[in-house]
């Protein structure tokens, strides 16, 4: 297309000159014309020239300038000034303060009285020690039977010592007991003085504990006890036990420090009976012998604690040679293994469970004060298969379940004396035994404001040889509910009930003991840290129960008093 424009330019460029040559030559002074002619402007480059040439650098050699200075050394005044900082104080809450001595006192029914004095020392770190006594007696009478009083006297020393590695504390009781075989009519005419009965109770108790830092260090732990017992006709006891432990922690399979020890006890009873004149609870007839109880055992107990991964394993193996009046060999082992089911939510304990122990007098004067003089003290043992679940991840709850089966061997149960003219004196009788039983315990709280906690027994005991497991319920419940307002005003309510029982009587018939039911309700106001006032009501079903045969409770006894702290 270009090369047809051009052709076209160039054919119009020579007929426009032919055109003017002509002009001129025909007239050139007359006739001058001028064309300019216009197109499209095509450059073309007709030759282009490589640079070849390349640029050089010259290398220059750079020279600093010579530097010079004269030192002129002058002294500048200068003043600094701080500011003072005011030392911190730690603002924390008031020491509490503590009272040493703590008296309560109350008065109630049936002449009831009641008096404990405490007295303490108060924020030591290396030595502590305190005082307490404690009274409580009854002038009452039960309705159609004999003098039913009683008074109780407790008298408790205690002291303990720390060192850097170690301590030793050291512990003191007296009591004193007194009560009447009330088991029978009053309309026998006998003088109280004749079925008074009274225990005198003297004990020390010595430990001694190991309180190395070191956890590698070789713990240890010691202990001695004396306890003496007497009673009215020439019944006493003397109870010595000596104990030792040793114990090391290691590392076992690169996990928590584990524990191995060694446990070694000696326990020894010296009873006697002199066969002094029993008055009128035996027939004149029958002839009393003296006799002595001597029963000693040694324990030689290995075990190890071991923690890993959540489970914790305790396990150890019990030795027991019996000696004195029974000879034999026991071997009683525990193991129990804990395990998490769900985390943070249900724990599980089972194992196997064993015990060796031989009743003291002092035992059964609390549990039984109504105990013959001629009782006699066995050995018994038990070992028991278990299973408890509990659940830990409720706030402010305990909830727990156990059931287990219990094999029991010379298990003592209480039984009228027959010997015993007024047919209200108890022995023991032993027997072998199997239990059942099924625990279930809830406690709730909520601060100090407001407290719940209940326990539900079942128990299934057969007995080999006896008709019955004597005064041995089938089902118990106790409950506490106590509430706080205004940490002023606390109210706490206690009901208790056991299924009957089976006894027998003076006839050895088998008898039932009605259910028991116990209703206790206790309120107190703190008018200061230093003054608090209670009021106790006991038995406010006003039920007549027995806890033995013939022996009833009283119906209602009510309390009030106070408590002063100085």
């Known amino acids: 297309m270009k090369t047809r424009i051009k052709t076209f330019v160039i054919f119009i460029a020579v007929l426009c000159f032919c055109n003017v040559t002509n002009a001129q030559s025909k007239d050139e002074n007359k006739y001058n014309e001028s064309v300019i002619v216009k197109s499209s402007f095509d450059p073309v480059v007709n030759e282009a020239y490589k640079l070849s040439d390349k640029p050089k650098i010259f290398d220059s050699k750079f020279e600093l300038p010579p530097f010079t200075y004269e030192k002129d050394t002058k002294r500048f005044p200068t003043t600094m000034t701080f500011e003072k900082i005011k030392p911190a104080k730690v603002k924390g809450e008031p020491i509490p303060i503590l009272y040493n001595t703590h008296v309560k006192a109350g008065i109630g029914t049936y002449f009831t009285s009641l008096l404990d004095v405490a007295y303490s020392q108060t924020r030591s770190k290396d030595f502590v020690y305190s005082v307490n006594y404690h009274h409580k007696s009854s002038l009452g009478q039960i309705k159609d039977y004999a003098n039913s009083s009683y008074a109780n006297n407790d008298l408790n020393l205690y002291a303990k010592k720390i060192w850097d590695g170690f301590f030793v504390d050291a512990a003191l009781q007296y009591n004193h007991q007194r009560q009447y075989y009330y088991g029978f009519s009053d309309t026998i005419d006998i003088d109280k003085k004749d079925y008074r009965a009274s225990y005198h109770n003297v004990g020390t108790v010595v430990n001694y504990k190991s309180l190395y830092k070191d956890a590698d260090a070789l713990h240890n732990s010691a202990s001695f006890a004396l306890n003496y017992t007497s009673s009215k ?21 690169n996990s928590e420090e584990q524990l191995i020890g060694l446990n070694i006890q000696y326990e020894h009873s010296f009873g006697k009976y002199k066969a002094e004149d029993l008055g009128v609870f035996y027939n004149d007839t029958l002839i009393l012998d003296a006799f002595d109880n001597n029963i000693g055992n040694v324990k030689i107990k290995p075990y190890i604690d071991f923690d890993i991964q959540n489970f914790r394993l305790y396990a150890d193996i019990e030795f027991v040679p019996l000696f004195g009046d029974e000879k034999q060999f026991k071997i009683l082992p525990n193991v129990v293994l804990d395990m998490p089911v769900i985390a943070q939510m249900l724990k599980v304990s089972a194992g196997i469970r064993s015990c060796n122990h031989t009743l003291t007098l002092n035992e059964l004067r609390k549990d039984n004060p109504f105990v013959s003089p001629l009782v006699r003290i066995e050995n018994e043992s038990s070992i028991a298969l278990f299973a408890k679940a509990n659940v830990i991840s409720v706030d402010n709850m305990l909830l727990s379940l156990e059931a287990g089966y219990e094999d029991m061997s010379n298990k003592g149960f209480y ?19 199997q239990r059942l039983y099924i625990d279930f315990n809830v406690g709730y709280h909520i601060n100090d404001r407001f407290e719940f906690r209940t326990e539900l027994l ?29 940490n002023k005003f606390t109210i706490s309510f206690k009901p208790y009930f056991q299924t009957k029982t089976k006894c027998l009587d003076e006839n050895g018939m088998v008898q039932d003991l009605k259910a028991k039911v116990d209703i206790n309700l206790s ?44």
């Open 458 to 486: 079942y128990q299934n005991v057969k007995t080999e040889t006896l008709e019955h497991a004597w005064y041995v319920p089938a089902f118990k419940a106790n409950m506490l509910l106590q509430y706080t307002a205004a």
């Open 415 to 433: 039984q009228l004396d027959n010997n015993a003219a007024l047919n209200n004196m108890f022995i023991l009788m032993y027997d072998n035994a």
């Open 233 to 253: 006709w020439g019944r006493s006891q003397m109870d010595l036990f000596i104990g030792a432990d040793v114990h090391k922690n290691f590392d076992f399979l």
């Open 523 to 566: 309120a107190s106001y703190k008018y200061s840290d230093q003054l608090i006032f209670f009021v106790d009501l006991n038995n406010l079903a006003f039920q007549r129960y027995y806890d033995y045969y013939n022996y009833p409770s009283q119906r209602f006894v009510g309390m009030i008093g106070a408590s002063i702290a100085f």
